[in-house]
């Protein structure tokens, strides 16, 4: 938020933000009623598809705290999510189409996607590391201490 105050405010002579942090139910209702000129907030997705984003955007959607409404925005994702379901390539086109349309009309702007680095014990087998949803899963996670740790090779006896 601070780098893009300064951004702003350096690339857009007379223009001043005011940054506010609010916990997250307080930023959403505000969202909600609409009274904020501008939010950084943050949204992952949920399943392997670009749906995940953009079901977000249409008109009506709970998650939708823009205000933004497009019709052909709204077509075009109702029929990627319908019709077009058994027409990948025709599906992919609408789901283009109607990102491009989200991106010329700017209620939202994309500003950095997520990207991580893991260090893992070598002792730790089972661990799932996944890239949509969850961070990962625990459920298989077992601790092998026949490996060392510092080698990630079998210890000799």
Known sequence: AEFIKSQIESNLPGVTMNIKQLPFKQRVNQEHSETFE????GWGPDYPDPLTFLNIMTTGNPSNNTGWGNKEFDKLVKDANGKLLKK??????????????LLAEAPVAPIYQKGEAHLTNPQVKGLVYHQIGGDTTLKHVKIDKRIDPKTGKKKEK
């Open 38 to 41: 501008a939010s950084l907030s």
């Open 88 to 101: 990948p390539e025709e599906r992919n086109a609408a789901m283009k189409e109607a990102e491009e349309l």
